[in-house]
Each structure stands twice: as structure tokens, then as C-alpha cells.
């Protein structure tokens, strides 16, 4: 199979991980005989360097033209002034936007070698497997009007959904429920914001083209409380935006660390954005110390749902399986066994794994 995939390193710690991913890809390449052909394109800080915009238009036209992206991380402190229109994060959102890539998939599976690396207790953690399908595209992050008031004494975020806008995310979120044990949990605040009261509808009217999935609404502050006391009882979340983003970065507890966690941004034809749900670690940028594991997983996302390739895909999840049975983690992860290993030998461990799948055959 030949494919070509744009890349979208950015800033930080995302250009180490992009590394990686290729590094991986390439492995993939040569055990399954593929071809993946990469073109990089600027975003982010990177791009406000050379181009004086967080995302340039070649970029939009590169990823349109591709068949699939990844993407490492943007922002930094170097730019955290900047009006917020030319922030880095800008790119990001609006490269979201510019595809249409509205379900943003957060899988939260703790892998069992790692049960003791969360500051959680092991039997609550033990078994936990959930879905996060948040909303991409819309909601406070794209609501106008959102700006400082002249006087500067006020400001104002909006918060607005369309009808359909929900509808297609809920679908989507019933349709991943059916794929695994069937259980939707919708998260909002419909004890106080309209936009919820209208999302638990489409929910309640969604569940009858779904009768064979249960549901259940939850408010979002106990929501998160329950994420992290009982989260066995979740399967799929589904949520606005900013709920989803700040839902995702609790989870990531679950399995022990934020750089543990991929996501893919997809749109309803299966094109799709692949990324971490990190950002780019400005504290640990540039030490060879990340763990690219979050961006090494969002690949295997990427074989699975924009290739169907599932059996790379599981050749890619079962390398980082192996590699933590053997006791190797990254410094995020709180192991006090087993070898403590940087960026890129955890890359090569990856990589390693993947290669002497032929070699033991
Ligand atoms: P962050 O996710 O970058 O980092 C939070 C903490 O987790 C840091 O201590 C960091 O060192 C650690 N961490 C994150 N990923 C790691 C990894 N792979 N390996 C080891 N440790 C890891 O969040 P932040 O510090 O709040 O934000 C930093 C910048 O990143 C900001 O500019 C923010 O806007 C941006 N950001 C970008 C994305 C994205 O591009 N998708 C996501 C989140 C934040
Ligand atoms: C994420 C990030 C982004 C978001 C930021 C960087 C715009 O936090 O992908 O989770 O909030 O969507
Ligand atoms: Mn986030």
C-alpha cells in the first residue's frame, strides 16, 4: 500500500516525538511492505518563525492533499503574548477547522504493566478501558464573538452549538459505543447551560436509532470526579469541546502519564488528523527525554482508522506492550523498576519490536 502522510512536527517536544513516528512508520514500511511517503509542513510557533502565521495556507493545501496527518504539538512560552489570533494554538484549531475534523477519539486504555505507575490505587484503575469522544470544531473554542472589550474592564467567550453539529458527534459516539461494550455515558451541564439542555436532547433523541447501546447522562463536575473514583463504570464519554479537553488530560492518570495517551481527529469519511493529547512540554523540550509513546500510539490510530492496516496497527500497540513488560519507561512515568530510557531508545525499543516480528517468524 502507498500513502502519503503529511507531518506536522510544531513546536517542542512535538518535533522529538514527529521523529519518532516516522522512525516506526518506517519499520512498518519495510515489515508489511508499504509505502509511506512523508511531506512536512510548518505549524504552530515553527511556522510563525518562518512564516509569520501559526498556519500557513500551503500547510492546509499540503494536509488536504495528503492522506492522512500527524501531528506532534504546538506553543511555547516564546509566543504565550502574541493576540491571541496568531497564537500558535491558532494553527492547531484551525487546521481542525479547515478539515472539518469534528470527533476527536481520546481511547484511555491503562496498560497493565503500568498499573502501579498512577498515583491511583491499583484495584481502582484495574480494568479500565474507556473512550473519550469529544467535540471538535465547535462549542467556546469557536464561538464568536470571543474578545477583550475595548475598555478592557470585560470580556466575552461564546459558547454555541448547532443542532447538527451535535448530532453528528452523538452518532458518531453511538457508533463507537456499538463497537465496544455498548455503554454511552453523555457528559454536560444541563442544570445551567443551554447549550447542554440541547445536547441531552439530541442525545435522547439519538438513543432510539440506537436501542442495542445504554445510556446515561452525567453533569460534568461529578463526571470528573467519577473518572478518577470509579472509572470502570465508563466505556464511551461523549462531550463538548472544552468538557473533552479537560476530561482527556484527567484520564491520562489512568494510565500514568499524559505522554501515554493518542487521539485522532477524524472527519465522517475516515480522513483524519493523528496527534497526542500532550502538548509540546516546553519544560522538558530539547532534553531527549519525552516519551513518544502517546505520538507512537496515535500512528497505530492512523494504520487502524485511515488505512484499516489492522494488523500493523496491533504490530505497533503490541512493540509498546512488550517493551513495558520488559520494564522500559520513559522519566514521566513513575516506575521505580525496570530501566529508565530516553526518547530515542524508547523509539528504537518500538521499532526493535515491530522488526523481529520476521525475524522470529
Ligand atoms: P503539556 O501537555 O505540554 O505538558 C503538561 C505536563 O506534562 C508537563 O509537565 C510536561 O513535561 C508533561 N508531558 C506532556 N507530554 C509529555 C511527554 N510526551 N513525555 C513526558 N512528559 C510529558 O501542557 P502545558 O504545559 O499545559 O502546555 C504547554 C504548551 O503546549 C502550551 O503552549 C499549550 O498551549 C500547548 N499544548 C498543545 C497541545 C497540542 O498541540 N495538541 C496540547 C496541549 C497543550
Ligand atoms: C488538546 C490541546 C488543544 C485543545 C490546545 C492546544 C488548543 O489542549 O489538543 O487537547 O485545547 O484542543
Ligand atoms: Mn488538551
Known amino acids: 500500500m502507498k500513502k502519503q502522510i503529511a507531518l506536522l512536527p510544531g513546536d517542542g517536544i512535538g518535533q522529538e516525538v514527529m521523529q519518532s513516528a516516522t522512525e516506526v512508520l518506517n519499520a512498518i514500511a519495510v ?52 493576540p491571541s489570533h496568531l497564537r500558535p494554538e491558532k494553527g492547531l484549531l484551525g487546521i481542525r477547522k479547515a478539515l472539518g475534523l469534528f470527533a476527536n477519539l481520546r481511547p484511555v486504555k491503562g496498560f497493565s504493566q503500568l498499573l502501579h505507575a498512577s498515583p491511583l490505587k491499583e484495584e481502582v484503575i484495574n480494568g479500565s478501558d474507556l473512550l473519550i469522544v469529544r467535540e471538535l470544531t465547535g462549542g467556546l473554542y469557536f464561538g464568536e464573538p470571543s474578545e477583550i472589550r475595548e475598555d478592557g474592564q470585560s470580556v466575552v467567550d461564546t459558547l454555541a452549538y448547532k443542532r447538527e453539529e451535535i448530532e453528528r458527534i452523538v452518532d458518531q459516539a453511538f457508533q463507537s459505543a456499538r463497537l465496544r461494550r455498548k455503554h454511552l455515558t453523555s457528559i454536560d451541564k444541563a442544570n445551567v447551560l443551554a447549550s447542554s439542555k440541547l445536547w441531552r436532547e439530541v442525545v435522547e433523541e439519538k438513543r432510539r436509532e440506537y436501542p442495542d447501546v445504554a445510556v446515561e447522562h452525567l453533569l460534568v463536575d461529578a463526571a470528573a470526579m467519577k473518572l478518577i473514583t470509579n472509572p470502570g463504570q465508563f466505556d464511551v464519554m461523549v462531550t463538548e469541546n472544552m468538557f473533552g479537553d479537560i476530561l482527556s488530560d484527567e484520564a491520562s492518570v489512568l494510565t500514568g502519564s499524559l505522554g501515554m495517551l493518542p487521539s485522532a481527529s477524524l472527519r465522517a469519511d475516515g480522513m483524519g488528523l493523528y496527534e497526542p493529547v500532550h502538548g509540546s512540554a516546553p519544560d522538558i523540550a530539547g532534553k531527549g527525554v519525552a516519551n513518544p509513546l502517546a505520538m507512537i500510539l496515535s500512528t497505530a490510530l492512523m494504520l487502524r482508522h485511515s488505512f484499516q492496516l489492522e494488523e500493523e496497527a496491533n504490530a505497533v500497540e503490541e512493540a509498546v506492550q512488550e517493551l513495558l513488560r520488559s520494564g522500559y519507561h520513559t522519566a514521566d512515568l513513575n516506575v521505580k523498576e525496570g530501566e529508565q530510557v530516553g526518547t530515542n531508545v524508547m523509539t528504537r525499543l518500538v521499532v526493535e519490536g515491530i522488526s523481529s516480528r520476521s525475524a522470529s517468524e
Not at 34 to 44: N, S
Not at 46 to 72: F, M, N, V, W, Y
Open 31 to 82: 515489515e508489511f511492505d508499504h509505502e509511506f511517503e512523508f511531506d512536512t509542513y510548518d505549524i504552530g510557533g515553527a511556522a510563525i518563525e518562518t512564516q509569520e502565521t501559526p498556519l500557513p495556507d500551503k500547510t492546509i493545501e499540503g494536509c488536504k492533499r495528503s492522506d492522512a496527518i500527524l501531528l506532534g504539538a504546538v506553543g511555547g512560552p516564546k509566543w504565550e503574548n502574541l
